[in-house]
T-cell receptor
Framework: GAVVSQHPSWVICKSGTSVKIECRSL??????MFWYRQFPKQSLMLMAT?????????EQGVEKDKFLINHASLTLSTLTVTSAHPEDSSFYIC?????????????FGAGSRLTVL | GQQLNQSPQSMFIQEGEDVSMNCTSS?????WLWYKQDPGEGPVLLIA?????ELTSNGRLTAQFGITRKDSFLNISASIPSDVGIYFC?????????????FGKGTLLTVNP
């Protein structure tokens, strides 16, 4: 089945540094990937839609200059948290779309836990 | 934005019992999906529903896509301890070439052995 890989699984960084998270579709091509953020005991909130070869579409309230998204190939999207601060600490999850029985289904990565000190 | 109302928020049951949870929305969705999330992991797809009225089973799991396309339920029969986790419903809506997945707030399931 379709597999989405995220790296790193967890990262701890100092306040003010930038962190890059990778999302890869391992056995299929994904023209569209999605980035979610999940705070403890809460649901997944869509941050942005990553489109291969074009600019990402950000949800309302998500700072595009702080959360840089690059979708350089059909199997890789990256999320860079720039100048991270403690309030950016969260669980970041990506997903990629692939067809199942003619309809699109999203498969999720295992998530990346970011802790900003 | 679109809202999905998922209930119950949490459930505490005994092993062997059946479980039911549901989601409702004020908007129509093209596809309903049910995911399970274990702590520290990403959501894993359990069941996907594509047509209004569709009833689909996956082992002990059964889910239905409401006829109005605004609701769905998930049933788990004969629960076992490994069913513990957070279950999310999600609605997929298309707009042209774009589509968006909206999640419910989740149902935390605890199964006592």
């Amino acid at each position: 089945g379709a597999v989405v890989s995220q790296h790193p699984s967890w990262v701890i960084c100092k306040s003010g540094t930038s962190v890059k998270i990778e999302c890869r579709s391992l056995d299929f091509q994904a023209t569209t990937m999605f980035w979610y953020r999940q705070f403890p005991k809460q649901s997944l909130m869509l941050m942005a839609t990553s489109n291969e070869g074009s600019k990402a579409t950000y949800e309302q309230g998500v700072e595009k200059d702080k959360f840089l998204i690059n979708h350089a190939s059909l199997t890789l999207s990256t999320l860079t948290v720039t100048s991270a601060h403690p309030e950016d600490s969260s669980f970041y999850i990506c997903s990629a779309s692939h067809p199942v029985s003619g309809a699109n289904v999203l498969t999720f990565g295992a998530g990346s836990r970011l802790t900003v000190l | 934005g679109q809202q999905l109302n998922q209930s119950p928020q949490s459930m505490f049951i005994q092993e062997g019992e059946d479980v039911s949870m549901n989601c409702t929305s004020s908007s129509i969705f093209n596809t309903w999906l049910w995911y399970k999330q274990d702590p520290g992991e990403g959501p894993v797809l359990l069941i996907a529903l594509y047509k209004a009225g569709e009833l689909t089973s996956n082992g002990r799991l059964t889910a239905q896509f409401g006829i109005t396309r605004k609701d769905s339920f998930l049933n788990i029969s004969a629960s076992i301890p490994s069913d513990v986790g957070i279950y999310f419903c999600a609605g997929l809506r298309r707009g042209g070439s774009n589509y968006k997945l909206t999640f419910g707030k989740g149902t935390l399931l605890t199964v006592n052995p």
